[in-house]
C-alpha cells in the first residue's frame, strides 16, 4: 500500500503502461508532476511538468539505493536505447560517477621516450 501524501490526500495510484511516440506526444500535464512508467522497458520513466515539459530518467539500483538518471527531452526510440545502453554500464559502474581519469600526461607524442609528467 503506498503512503499518504504529506497534504493527507489519497496517493496518487501508479500509472504503468507500454509507452509509445503517440502517447508521449499527447499526454496532457496535470496540475503536479506525474511518471508514466514504460511495461517495454524496465526502469524507463516519462516525467511530465505542470508546464508540459516531457523527459525521459531511468532508474536503477545500485548498493541497495535507487538512482534515478536523467535522459532528457528526446525521442522515445532515442531513450529506450540509452536506456538499454545504460543497463550494462549501471551493472558494471554508476553511469553518474565521474569518469576515471589519470593524473598523468603525456609531455609531447613526438619525445623519443614520451615521457609522462604528473601534475
Avoid at 499518504?4 to 506526444?25: C, H, M, Q, S, W
Avoid at 508540459?52 to 539505493?65: I, L, T
Amino acid at each position: 500500500m503506498a503512503r499518504p501524501r504529506k497534504d493527507g490526500a489519497d496517493p496518487r495510484a501508479i500509472n504503468r503502461r507500454p509507452l509509445t511516440e503517440l502517447y508521449v506526444k499527447k499526454v496532457r500535464p496535470e496540475a503536479s508532476a506525474f511518471n508514466v512508467w514504460d511495461l517495454k522497458e524496465r526502469g524507463l520513466v516519462l516525467r511530465v511538468q505542470p508546464s508540459g515539459r516531457r523527459a525521459f530518467k531511468f532508474v536503477y539500483s545500485r548498493g541497495r539505493r535507487k538512482r534515478w538518471y536523467h535522459l532528457g527531452p528526446i525521442g522515445l526510440a532515442d531513450a529506450r536505447k540509452r536506456r538499454s545502453g545504460r543497463r550494462s554500464a549501471a551493472q558494471a559502474r554508476s553511469p553518474i560517477s565521474p569518469p576515471a581519469t589519470s593524473n598523468c600526461t603525456r609531455e609531447s607524442e613526438t619525445n623519443r621516450g614520451a615521457r609522462l609528467t604528473r601534475w
